[in-house]
């Protein structure tokens, strides 16, 4: 049985809550959505809302009304408060009001994009190289990270109203959902006053930087030098196999701090794992990363991603039908698999004296 099987939501689509909709819909949820009156782009509809059943706003009162029985609502305020839907929820339902910024703060009512929510965040300022202008990430990546904050917001207050049988209301703000994400910056700033600076290949700690993105035979790999012996060890004993290591393999990695060594030694010694990784692919170079412990990892193209094996072997695309079109398309599946829930139901027998003291508050 799914997680949320038998939970109904409504969702008021806006771009800020359509990635928590297709979440709550794979664990189960009966979700409805009230798609935004201008047309939306195909691919994200199909990736966001397919499994939901979509509708076009007819009338505010025939909205109110679906809003009135469902266990959720999510509700898309990016557009304006399009249907009033505090006043006609339930005192049993969830009502998560979604809003591109909080009531209380020195944005209220402003307009956003995924853009705007990009820049003021702090993300774009954080991504991209030194001497560069700033980037945003492929997509919407800042309407997802409102979506999964919205749909975590619904998980709680569902888990509140079974303990307590009361509805609950939350206040979302995309601008705070974004900038939450922000690795460290956000944290960094509240703490020391200090803003992070874009530093594009490199990961800064102590008196150092190391790189991060490494190219190899046929592509790239992510790892980086860190004050973690084992691990560096287990790839200097490779490279000394390979007759790569030359004056690496003649030190102590647990008697030096990479973080407090020189910059400019710091270069040398990756000069030669960037000589090595160069020589090797990724698959192989992925294969010593798991069997050795490197802490290695292989960056994948995006064709790489819907051919691979091992994404195939666990499900992570699975083939669906658009409702609207008929259109057959692969898209990322259920969040997560658990051995539990997909295991056939068994009945347990409890005896009658370990459950009575309990009456029927655990159903």
Not at 6 to 23: A, C, Y
Not at 311 to 332: H, I, Q, S, Y
Request: hydrophobic share 40%; glycine share 10%; charged share 20%.
């Amino acid at each position: 049985m799914s997680m949320l099987a038998g939970v109904t939501v409504l969702e008021i689509s806006d771009g800020l809550t359509d990635f928590g909709g297709r979440m709550l819909a794979e664990l189960g949820a009966d979700v409805t959505v009230v798609l935004p009156e201008h047309a939306q782009e195909k691919s994200r509809e199909r990736a966001w809302h397919h499994g939901k059943t979509r509708l076009l706003p007819d009338s505010a009162e025939a909205i109110r009304s679906l809003a009135a029985k469902a266990d959720i609502v999510l509700d898309g305020h990016r557009n304006g408060d399009r249907f009033d839907l505090a006043s006609a929820v339930s005192p049993t339902t969830i009502h998560i009001k979604v809003a591109p910024f909080s009531a209380a703060g020195p944005y209220a009512g402003r307009p956003t994009s995924d853009l705007t929510l990009f820049a003021l965040s702090g993300l774009m300022h954080v991504t991209g190289e030194p001497d560069g202008p700033p980037t945003k990430f492929p997509g919407q990546q800042a309407y997802a990270l409102t979506g999964i904050q919205a749909a975590t917001a619904a998980l709680m207050a569902l888990y509140a109203r079974r303990r307590s049988g009361n509805g609950q209301t939350a206040d979302l703000s995309a601008f705070q959902s974004a900038t939450l994400a922000n690795y460290r910056e956000a944290v960094m700033y509240e703490w020391t006053g200090r803003i992070g600076r874009r530093q594009g290949n490199m990961l800064v700690r102590g008196k150092s930087g190391v790189r991060q993105i490494w190219p190899c035979r046929d592509g790239y790999v992510t790892w980086s030098m860190i004050d973690n012996p084992s691990m560096m060890h287990a790839v200097v004993e490779v490279m000394i196999e390979q007759d790569a290591a030359g004056e690496l393999a003649d030190i102590d990695w647990g008697s030096i701090l990479v973080a407090e060594t020189a910059q400019e030694t710091i270069e040398h010694w990756q000069s030669i794992f960037g000589a090595f990784f160069i020589q090797h692919g990724r698959d192989q170079l992925g294969q010593w990363s798991l069997e050795r412990g490197w802490g290695l990892s292989v960056i994948m193209a995006p064709d790489d991603v819907r051919s691979s094996d091992h994404l195939k072997a666990r499900g992570l695309f699975v083939m669906v039908t658009d409702e609207a079109t008929g259109e057959k398309v692969n898209v990322p599946g259920p969040l997560f698999h658990s051995a539990v829930m997909d295991a056939p139901r068994r009945t347990l027998s409890v005896p009658v004296a370990a459950s009575a003291h309990r009456g029927g508050a655990e159903r």
